[in-house]
């Protein structure tokens, strides 16, 4: 008599589990309390992707973007050189090697101060670490050469391969960049540190 009633459970559940298998229509999914499959007036593109999708720390090496006040193409454009660049400096930092990619984004002074510094963090056995983020303003174009003012809010910092502190934290440093467009790109050609350690 036991048998019966597990023979009927095992039955509905093979039926429960072939209900499982069906096709059912899906429904894109809007916006969090939106019931509409799809928005009728999109969100414009904002200049500035959202700083929040990388993750600001101490670790790591990443160059953020933070605020960036550019509207026109060339203006994004200037903007998006001046961040690879910093991001190609600090890979060339994390690494004490100079990246490949630098000569991409950069040119002149820009390119001697990186090898300098990997220089000096070879000599002495360091790397950096942390992530620094940048906003970046006054956006100046005249033909081939820009000019523009960043604020760096920063926790990199470099150190021994033992993780113990080389320098003194600087939370901030204001820059003043001049690029060039050079074959169609804009590289960065000086990143002059103004003010340590605010951008005040």
């Not at 414009?44 to 953020?64: K, L, M, S, V």
Request: net charge negative.
């Amino acid at each position: 008599m036991r048998r019966m009633p597990l023979l009927v459970l095992a039955i509905a559940l093979v039926l429960a589990l072939a209900g499982c298998g069906e096709d059912k229509p899906t429904k894109k999914l809007g916006t969090l309390g939106d019931d509409t499959e799809t928005s009728a007036t999109p969100d414009p593109p904002t200049a500035t992707p959202d700083a929040g999708t990388t993750r600001f720390d101490d670790q790591g090496h990443e160059a953020i973007r933070g605020h960036i006040d550019a509207t026109t193409e060339d203006e994004k454009a200037v903007a998006d050189a001046w961040m690879s660049y910093w991001q190609s400096r600090a890979d060339s930092y994390a690494g004490a090697k100079v990246d490949t990619d630098l000569g991409r984004y950069a040119t002149g002074t820009a390119v001697t101060d990186v090898v300098k510094y990997v220089a000096m963090l070879r000599s002495r056995k360091l790397t950096t670490v942390g992530d620094s983020k940048y906003d970046v303003s006054d956006i100046a174009i005249k033909g081939d050469n820009a000019t523009l003012s960043s604020c760096a809010t920063n926790k990199s910092l470099d150190q021994y391969a033992d993780g113990t502190p080389a320098e003194q934290p600087v939370p901030a440093f204001a820059v003043k960049g001049v690029l060039a467009q050079e074959g169609g790109a804009w590289r960065v050609v000086s990143a002059t540190v103004r003010n340590v350690p605010s951008c005040r």
